[in-house]
């Protein structure tokens, strides 16, 4: 799954991983549980993380490569997060086969207003929106009755520096999947179209995919 920061990839991953009845695979989530486990790889994580840098491919790689050994990875996975440049795309590559990528486009204009009304949950993490998903009191999680926040990433300066850095990386790995011709777009072009519509529009690209899939 691809797009920009705040494009709904992780919405629509977990909701194909059902769909299809294979795990979604979050490098975010990975990172995440890693430096939360607080193993020797997740520390060296962290060190990473804590000075605002990208973690090294190499660590992200061996911990892909971990996850997509696990049994139920045999059927296959969604990938969201990953990769992000063609380097990245290059070692993935070297550790599985990817069938089809689904590339959310997204304007910037859109991403901005729909990521600057995020809020997040202090307590749970559970994703809110000032526009699109409101909680039912105003700043208080509906699941936990924690209180919501903007992260600091989401704020507008932020994220058209996310912006900026996404289409430079990422960009050249999109021109390289459509020369391999297996990328699909979905447009969203406006910023109150219900998840549900984006994705009966990916669920109808993969049926298709399996179907040829099935055939060749
Ligand atoms: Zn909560």
């Given at each position: 799954?691809?797009?920009p920061p705040g494009a709904g990839k992780g919405t629509q991953a977990s909701k194909m991983a059902v769909a299809l009845g294979v795990p979604h695979v979050s490098t975010g989530d990975m990172v995440r549980e890693e430096i939360k486990a607080q193993t020797d790889l997740g520390e060296a994580i962290k060190k990473f993380s804590d000075k605002g840098v990208l973690v090294p491919?190499?660590?992200i790689i061996r911990l892909l490569a971990k996850r997509l050994r696990k049994p139920d990875c045999r059927k296959g996975f969604i990938l969201d997060g990953?990769?992000?440049t063609i380097q990245q795309a290059e070692s993935l590559d070297g550790i599985s086969k990817?069938?089809?990528?689904v590339n959310l486009k997204v304007p910037d204009e859109i991403i901005i207003q729909r990521l600057s009304n995020r809020l997040t949950c202090r307590k749970c993490g559970s994703i809110y929106n000032r526009l699109t998903l409101k909680?039912?009191?105003?700043n208080i999680c509906d699941k936990c009755n924690g209180e919501l926040y903007q992260?600091?990433?989401d704020k507008p300066e932020v994220i058209q520096e996310r912006l900026n850095v996404y289409r430079k990386n990422t960009?050249?790995?999109i021109e390289c999947y459509k020369?391999?011709?297996f990328l699909k777009d979905v447009q969203c072009d406006d910023l109150m179209t219900p998840p549900e519509v984006t994705f009966k529009k990916i669920k109808s690209i993969t049926d298709s995919a399996r179907k040829d899939k099935a055939r060749a």
């Amino acid at each position: 799954m691809l797009g920009p920061p705040g494009a709904g990839k992780g919405t629509q991953a977990s909701k194909m991983a059902v769909a299809l009845g294979v795990p979604h695979v979050s490098t975010g989530d990975m990172v995440r549980e890693e430096i939360k486990a607080q193993t020797d790889l997740g520390e060296a994580i962290k060190k990473f993380s804590d000075k605002g840098v990208l973690v090294p491919n190499d660590i992200i790689i061996r911990l892909l490569a971990k996850r997509l050994r696990k049994p139920d990875c045999r059927k296959g996975f969604i990938l969201d997060g990953f990769p992000r440049t063609i380097q990245q795309a290059e070692s993935l590559d070297g550790i599985s086969k990817i069938d089809l990528a689904v590339n959310l486009k997204v304007p910037d204009e859109i991403i901005i207003q729909r990521l600057s009304n995020r809020l997040t949950c202090r307590k749970c993490g559970s994703i809110y929106n000032r526009l699109t998903l409101k909680p039912r009191r105003a700043n208080i999680c509906d699941k936990c009755n924690g209180e919501l926040y903007q992260r600091e990433d989401d704020k507008p300066e932020v994220i058209q520096e996310r912006l900026n850095v996404y289409r430079k990386n990422t960009e050249p790995l999109i021109e390289c999947y459509k020369r391999r011709s297996f990328l699909k777009d979905v447009q969203c072009d406006d910023l109150m179209t219900p998840p549900e519509v984006t994705f009966k529009k990916i669920k109808s690209i993969t049926d298709s995919a399996r179907k040829d899939k099935a055939r060749a």
